[in-house]
């Protein structure tokens, strides 16, 4: 058994059938630099009882300074308030496109991803064309979560956020 399956056995609570699935997709960016750009994912899991599960993938630098031209860092995943929160801080337009419609399947790769992240395995490198999947940046911490990789080309913010939020709808039809 792969370690994907194993993962997924642990931590994936058991899927009633009447469960229901969302994303949001979200940016944020100030101005025309990629410094002050990030891409993030919502996934809501909504119970035949109502109740709400939410999960955030917002893969950022552990030190809150992202650094271009600089090799791997240590990275956290933030919470969807934390990352609210330093937008308003520097002062960032946030955009959100949602929430769509998801699939368990979705759900249960974006369960892996949080946890490989949480795992200390994965670092934060903005551009990460070359230390891939060793560390990463927001834009493909939240695409990679399909199994397959999106080439961004040098998109950042909303731009990358829309081809992300493309990509994983993608992976649903």
């Known amino acids: 058994m792969n370690l994907r399956a194993i993962l997924l056995l642990c931590l994936v609570p058991a899927l009633a059938p009447a469960d229901s699935f969302t994303l949001t997709v979200g940016s944020y960016q100030k101005g025309s630099s990629p410094i ?24 950022m630098t552990a030190s809150d300074r992202v650094r271009l031209l600089h090799g791997p860092d240590s990275g956290e ?9 330093w937008a308003e801080k520097i002062g960032a337009k946030v955009t959100t496109w949602g929430p769509y419609p998801a699939t368990v399947g979705l759900w ?29 940046n927001c834009i493909h911490a939240v ?21 992300v939020l493309d990509h994983l709808l993608r992976t649903m039809r």
């Open 108 to 136: 249960n790769r974006a369960c892996v991803q949080t946890y490989a992240l949480a795992s200390g395995r994965v670092g934060y490198v903005a551009l990460d064309g070359r230390y891939r999947p060793g560390a990463t």
């Open 36 to 59: 002050h750009a990030h891409t993030w994912l919502v996934m809501v899991r909504t119970t035949d009882d109502s109740q709400q599960e939410r999960l955030c993938v917002s893969w």
């Open 143 to 163: 695409s990679d979560i399909t199994g397959w990789r999106l080439n961004t080309g040098l998109a950042y913010g909303e731009r990358a956020s829309l081809m």
């Open 77 to 85: 995943n933030w919470s969807e308030a934390r990352t609210l929160e």
